[in-house]
């Protein structure tokens, strides 16, 4: 991924949701056909000039001049405009972030949360529109960034830069992944936690969270602690030493 976004946060958002109007288009191809009638960066101010023909006419490609079908109908074109220029796009879908520094939270985790609406897992880790980034410790679960995966899904191998964009997270939460996306992820030192059934992000952490006193055994690897089990197991050798 460049060092320049390539769109801004309430842009990628747009985006997202209008390749979901669109019958679920692939990102990559939105954002390429965007950027070839735009420019790099996609700004909400060009976002808002677009018409439906234009969208119509990148859509097709090198075939617009011959009437080409793009897929998807004048309705779903016009609702993707719509969003495009902002229109029926809640800013609430991006949650607010908390204020945080690095080291405020001393032993916490980072902790990704593959996200498409609000504060919710209920994303895939491959097709997710947003990760929630989120500190996570004893007594407090802060949430310290919201990163559109607009940007990600323009690179040759997604699943790697996707991995890359949570590079800075011990563990990412998602309904689903495959193997060699899974595989991608623990290369990049995350570890996936699949929950199929989803649910509100804070809730799941909270799960998280009253584990940290008395890890099992794979959190207690990603911390770096003694897990729960092994340290009672070791207490109960040394009382039998002592003895």
Known sequence: MSETPIASREAALRIALAAR????????????????????????????TLTVEDLRHNLAGD??????????????????????????VEHSDFPGVDAYQEGDMPGSLRVAIAANRGENLDGHF????????????????????????VEADTAEDKNAARSALIGDCQ???????????????????VHPVKKPAGGKAREVLAELQGRLASPPPWLAQIMGVPAA???????????????
């Not at 669109?22 to 909400?44: C, M, Q, S, Y």
């Not at 089990?229 to 003895?243: G, H, N, V």
């Open 21 to 48: 109007a669109l019958n679920g288009l692939d990102v990559r191809a939105l954002v390429g056909a965007l950027i070839e009638k735009l420019e790099a960066p996609l700004t909400e101010a060009k976002l808002g």
């Open 63 to 88: 075939f617009a001049e011959q009437g080409c079908h793009v897929g998807v109908g004048s309705d779903q074109l016009k609702e993707a405009v719509r969003l495009l220029w902002g229109q029926g």
């Open 126 to 149: 491959g097709s997710c529109e947003r990760f929630l980034i989120y500190q996570v410790g004893p007594a407090e679960i802060r949430l310290i960034a919201v990163r559109s995966t």
């Open 171 to 189: 563990i990412v939460y998602i309904q689903s992944i495959g193997g060699p996306a899974a595989a991608k992820a623990v290369r990049a030192g």
């Open 229 to 243: 089990s092994l340290a009672r197991f070791e207490e109960q050798i040394e009382t039998e030493e002592s003895a």
